[in-house]
Nanobody
Framework: QVQLVESGGGLVQPGGSLRLSCAAS????????MGWYRQAPGKSRELVAT???????NYADSVKGRFTISRDNAKDTVYLQMNSLTPEDTAVYYC?????????WGQGTQVTVSS
């Protein structure tokens, strides 16, 4: 069983920054993709960013240049640095892991961007 735990969400003003963390409860497969999705009220869940076990990254167009995904393999942890936040970034952010066998989701962490 794999558990993903997100942290770092909160309330921030427009133009501010937050850093989200996602830690896996156990050692994961050598080949995997971890990433972040978000779901705003009344909207579908959408991909934000992913990073593979080889370090390849992928970003949604809406966050390119503002968000950075990174990893710490020793800790089985993925981070999402979010800069220049706008109210449109307000959502519940979910950590995701995909390996050869399964897909896992975290419980979500709320990010609210408001003045």
């Amino acid at each position: 069983q794999v558990q993903l735990v997100e942290s770092g969400g909160g309330l921030v003003q427009p133009g501010g920054s937050l850093r989200l963390s996602c830690a896996a409860s156990r050692i994961i497969s050598s080949l995997y993709v971890m990433g972040w999705y978000r779901q705003a009220p009344g909207k579908s869940r959408e991909l934000v960013a992913t990073i593979s076990s080889r370090g390849m990254t992928n970003y949604a167009d809406s966050v390119k240049g503002r968000f950075t995904i990174s990893r710490d393999n020793a800790k089985d942890t993925v981070y999402l640095q979010m800069n220049s936040l706008t109210p449109e970034d307000t959502a519940v952010y979910y950590c995701n892991l995909v390996d050869f066998a399964s897909m896992y989701w975290g419980q979500g962490t709320q990010v609210t961007v408001s003045s």
